[in-house]
């Protein structure tokens, strides 16, 4: 579904992505994570086809997104920002209208558009359906946001920061949808945000972009595996409290009660959280590009 090579992109003197290299599979959800600055939106732009590379070989469902085609582009789905220019519509009018467009593109697997009364209830805005755009709070367009990303039913969606600015309970049904869609195996996904929690509920596999280049790439698992000592093993024996890091809880727990038995008690594992990970990783790199700085931390 996306197939990313050795991208680069420089902006006038400056190189902000160098050698960005990933795949995903059909059916997948990827989240990108990395600092501010680190490239997410530029790569997710050059993905969309709304920014020029400088350099590598991108293909996304097949085809060379500077030259994606009306076609193509009834396939892809996109979360901008926000859709302010649209301020005296109301919401199942703009989905209605939007929706028609990609009538011409349905097919016998997938029939477009999305039903907007379907749509509409699916990112929990029904009671908003006749409301002006301009009406809505800035969760309520969020929502409607992801609803013109998906309308067109697409076999590929990219969302920048979807969940930035939604309550609680938002961020949960769209969470709900995240997992709705790729599901059924027929959206692949690949969203951005800052927020670990949200990145380990849906991700099926994560990508850790620091400083425009990829540091990591794999399942929440894989990365904490990355780090040395990523768990904490705490127990207490003959009266006494230990602790122990470790990269191999599960292999550790079970070598201490072959050594020590029922000796072992009060047994406790942490195991390391995606922000442990996200956060040893980043520094890791951070101190790999510039040492003193890395030590001096
Ligand atoms: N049009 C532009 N011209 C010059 N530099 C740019 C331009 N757009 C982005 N940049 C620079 O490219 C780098 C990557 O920006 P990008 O917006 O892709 O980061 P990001 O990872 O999405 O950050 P955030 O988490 O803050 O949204 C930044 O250093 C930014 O200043």
Same mark, same amino acid.
């Given at each position: 579904m996306l197939d990313v090579d050795g991208l680069r992109m420089r902006y006038g003197a400056t190189d902000v992505l160098h050698d960005v290299t990933f795949q995903a599979r059909q059916g997948e959800v990827l989240v990108l994570l990395g600092p501010n600055g680190a490239g997410k939106t530029t790569t997710i732009e050059i993905l969309e086809g709304f920014r020029m590379r400088s350099d590598g070989r991108v293909e996304v469902l097949?085809?060379?997104?500077? =030259?994606?085609?009306e076609r193509w582009r009834a396939r892809v789905g996109v979360?901008?920002?926000?859709?302010?220019d649209h301020a005296k519509w109301r919401v199942r009018q703009l989905l209605e209208y939007?929706?028609?467009?990609?009538?011409?593109?349905?097919?016998?697997?997938?029939?477009?558009?999305?039903?907007a009364d379907e749509l509409i209830a699916a990112v929990g805005l029904?009671?908003?359906?006749?409301?002006?755009?301009?009406?809505?709070?800035?969760?309520?367009?969020?929502?409607?946001?992801?609803?013109?990303?998906?309308?067109?039913r697409p076999e590929l969606?990219?969302?920048?920061?979807?969940?930035?600015?939604?309550?609680?309970?938002?961020?949960?049904?769209?969470?709900?949808?995240?997992?709705?869609?790729?599901?059924?195996?027929?959206?692949?996904i690949l969203l951005t945000t800052h927020d670990l929690d949200e990145a380990e509920k849906l991700a099926d596999r994560i990508l850790i972009l620091n400083g425009g280049r990829i540091i990591a790439d794999g399942t929440a698992e894989e990365l904490a =595996?990355?780090?040395v000592g990523a768990d904490e093993v705490r127990w207490t024996r003959d009266g006494r409290r230990f602790v122990q890091s470790t990269g191999e809880s599960t292999r550790f727990v079970f070598d201490l009660f072959?050594?020590?038995?029922?000796?072992?008690?009060?047994?406790?594992?942490?195991?390391?959280?995606?922000?442990?990970?996200?956060?040893?990783?980043?520094?890791?790199?951070e101190a790999a590009a510039s040492p003193l700085e890395g030590a001096a931390r």
């Amino acid at each position: 579904m996306l197939d990313v090579d050795g991208l680069r992109m420089r902006y006038g003197a400056t190189d902000v992505l160098h050698d960005v290299t990933f795949q995903a599979r059909q059916g997948e959800v990827l989240v990108l994570l990395g600092p501010n600055g680190a490239g997410k939106t530029t790569t997710i732009e050059i993905l969309e086809g709304f920014r020029m590379r400088s350099d590598g070989r991108v293909e996304v469902l097949g085809t060379d997104p500077a =030259h994606g085609d009306e076609r193509w582009r009834a396939r892809v789905g996109v979360v901008l920002q926000s859709w302010r220019d649209h301020a005296k519509w109301r919401v199942r009018q703009l989905l209605e209208y939007l929706g028609s467009y990609y009538a011409d593109y349905s097919t016998a697997r997938v029939e477009r558009p999305w039903d907007a009364d379907e749509l509409i209830a699916a990112v929990g805005l029904t009671e908003h359906a006749d409301k002006q755009i301009k009406m809505l709070s800035g969760g309520q367009r969020r929502r409607l946001d992801v609803a013109i990303g998906v309308v067109g039913r697409p076999e590929l969606l990219f969302l920048d920061e979807p969940t930035a600015g939604l309550d609680p309970q938002a961020r949960r049904e769209f969470h709900d949808l995240v997992v709705r869609l790729a599901e059924e195996g027929a959206t692949t996904i690949l969203l951005t945000t800052h927020d670990l929690d949200e990145a380990e509920k849906l991700a099926d596999r994560i990508l850790i972009l620091n400083g425009g280049r990829i540091i990591a790439d794999g399942t929440a698992e894989e990365l904490a =595996h990355q780090i040395v000592g990523a768990d904490e093993v705490r127990w207490t024996r003959d009266g006494r409290r230990f602790v122990q890091s470790t990269g191999e809880s599960t292999r550790f727990v079970f070598d201490l009660f072959r050594q020590y038995g029922e000796t072992v008690t009060d047994l406790e594992v942490r195991r390391a959280s995606l922000e442990d990970t996200y956060l040893a990783l980043v520094r890791q790199a951070e101190a790999a590009a510039s040492p003193l700085e890395g030590a001096a931390r």
